[in-house]
């Protein structure tokens, strides 16, 4: 079981959109997770409320929640399905170089159910940088279909 792994080599993140849910974690999360505000760093606007993160903003956050792309990130949510923001968050830092990355099945209310422990204390890890990767947006050229001028 991967949550059972030395705290070193993994970091666990709940993830969630915006801060209102900050006090949820607070008041219990599972053991030595960080809150993770996919919305940080983010400008949003009329037509892109959740856009991608500024690339060095970003990468200021991760260092100060003590992430590395070098760590394996195991993501949680407390969506009735546990999947809603930590798939998306799982999206966001696959696309800034973080490859190593799982998904607690079941989230936050399947640990729970398992009689899991939670705790309120949040972990205070050193600082880490890591070296991420700016998205890049192109299509593979195996995706690229060449049309000879015809409407494909």
Same mark, same amino acid.
Request: glycine share 10%.
């Given at each position: 079981h991967l949550? &059972?792994? *030395? ?7 709940? /993830?969630?959109?915006?801060k209102?849910? =900050? ?8 053991p030595?997770a960080?809150?993770?505000d ?10 892109i409320?959740r856009?991608?993160p ?7 956050y991760l260092?100060?929640l003590g ?7 195991v993501?949680?949510? &407390?969506? *009735?399905t546990?999947f809603?923001?930590?798939?998306? /968050?799982w999206c966001?830092l696959k696309? =800034?170089?973080v490859?190593n990355?799982s998904i607690?099945d ?9 009689n899991?422990k939670i705790?309120?204390?949040e ?6 940088e890591?070296?991420?990767t700016?998205w890049?947006q192109r299509?593979?050229t195996d995706m690229i279909?060449?049309?000879?001028g015809?409407?494909?």
């Amino acid at each position: 079981h991967l949550l &059972r792994a *030395p705290p070193r080599q993994i970091t666990v993140l709940e /993830a969630d959109i915006g801060k209102q849910c =900050y006090s949820d974690f607070q008041a219990g999360h599972l053991p030595q997770a960080r809150y993770f505000d996919q919305l940080e760093c983010t400008t949003p606007t009329a037509f892109i409320p959740r856009g991608l993160p500024d690339m060095n903003c970003f990468e200021g956050y991760l260092t100060r929640l003590g992430i590395s792309n070098t760590h394996h990130i195991v993501l949680y949510d &407390r969506s *009735p399905t546990g999947f809603f923001a930590s798939g998306r /968050a799982w999206c966001l830092l696959k696309t =800034y170089g973080v490859d190593n990355l799982s998904i607690l099945d079941g989230g936050f209310h399947g640990w729970v159910r398992e009689n899991h422990k939670i705790e309120s204390t949040e972990s205070n890890d050193a600082q880490e940088e890591g070296a991420f990767t700016e998205w890049q947006q192109r299509a593979p050229t195996d995706m690229i279909i060449k049309g000879d001028g015809k409407s494909v």
